[in-house]
């Protein structure tokens, strides 16, 4: 037997399930529709009127999102070393101190920086 089928067999479950979802919620759902849930927003609300600025939102929010996300997967790519850190010895030693000390600098300067405050 091919060593593939296992993985082209789950692939195709997973394909059906996605598309048997999809057509039981198209199937089984609620068919109500109004001004409200036809608009822009996806709550069913009717949206509030703009803000005297235009309402602009603030970039700072963003900001702080890219940098939990950009340390977040940092941190990711530790685990893989955590498992194998026997087997890499001083060489895998001295890569994940090295990897550390190069996530640090910008955590630091973006801490410093005040790029982590809410104010």
Known sequence: MNPYVPI??????AAFMAVA????SRLLGP???NAAKLDRYES???????AAGGGRIPVKYYLTAMTFIIFDIEVVFLYPWAVTHDALGW??????MTFLVLITIPFVYEWRRGGFDWE
């Open 8 to 13: 082209l067999v789950m692939i195709g479950v």
């Open 31 to 33: 068919h109500r529709k």
């Open 91 to 96: 060489f895998g030693l001295i890569a994940i």
């Open 21 to 24: 979802g999809l057509a039981a």
């Open 44 to 50: 069913g609300l009717q949206p509030t009127p703009l």
